[in-house]
T-cell receptor
Framework: EAGVAQSPRYKIIEKRQSVAFWCNPI?????LYWYQQILGQGPKLLIQ????????DSQLPKDRFSAERLKGVDSTLKIQPAKLEDSAVYLC??????????????FGAGTRLSVL | DAKTTQPTSMDCAEGRAANLPCNHS???????VYWYRQIHSQGPQYIIH???NNETNEMASLIITEDRKSSTLILPHATLRDTAVYYC??????????FGAGTQVVVTP
């Protein structure tokens, strides 16, 4: 089966600009996650969707970050305006409701963001 | 969710078994032990998980102590492609995956 697709792979912007990342989960996966991974650290959950509804966005900096999953399939994460500390890899993951009880998540390769 | 403690780094010779320890002394009865790994420039990859019993799959074996306060991930025959950061995560089956810094494993020829 096809994996989790993310684009772009790399993005360089200047601070105060806006940026958007796209994720297409594995077909049929109802749960979608966005993580932020700062260099040298493990991924940190930003937001979790179940279909097109938000389950958990407690770690999402809502003053500048937003995410949507309008049709319950692909998702977009946006940062506006970006700060230097937003430089990180943004990872998308998904899992199937059939397997969610096992907490097995499938990750994309991520988008590496550099804010200058 | 219980926290875990892992060594920062480990070296392993190609073809030998790699034994990765993880301490989780505050684990509660319904929390599982999950292992993921992250190869450079890739997203994390699920390896294995367990509750009480030892588990084995095509990638690895997971040994959980009887008191469940620690566990060991075993890669039976390490290859160069096993070079990665390995994360031990303790959480409920419905809980969040909270990644720590993990163990950097380097497999050498």
């Amino acid at each position: 089966e096809a994996g989790v697709a993310q684009s772009p792979r790399y993005k360089i912007i200047e601070k105060r600009q806006s940026v958007a990342f796209w994720c297409n989960p594995i077909s049929g996966h109802a749960t979608l996650y966005w993580y932020q991974q700062i260099l040298g650290q493990g991924p940190k959950l930003l937001i979790q969707f179940q279909n097109n509804g938000v389950v958990d966005d407690s770690q999402l900096p809502k003053d500048r970050f937003s995410a949507e999953r309008l049709k319950g399939v692909d998702s977009t994460l946006k940062i506006q305006p970006a700060k230097l500390e937003d430089s990180a890899v943004y990872l998308c993951a998904s899992n199937s409701p059939d397997r969610s009880y096992k907490n097995i998540q499938y990750f994309g390769a991520g988008t590496r963001l550099s804010v200058l | 969710d219980a926290k875990t403690t892992q060594p920062t780094s480990m070296d392993c010779a190609e073809g030998r078994a790699a034994n990765l320890p993880c301490n989780h002394s505050t684990i509660s009865g319904n929390e599982y032990v999950y292992w993921y790994r992250q190869i450079h420039s890739q997203g994390p990859q699920y390896i294995i998980h367990g509750l009480k019993n030892n588990e084995t799959n095509e990638m690895a074996s997971l040994i959980i102590t009887e008191d469940r306060k620690s566990s060991t991930l075993i890669l039976p025959h390490a290859t160069l492609r096993d070079t990665a950061v390995y994360y031990c995560i303790v959480t409920y089956s419905w809980g969040k995956l909270q990644f720590g810094a993990g163990t950097q494993v380097v497999v050498t020829p």
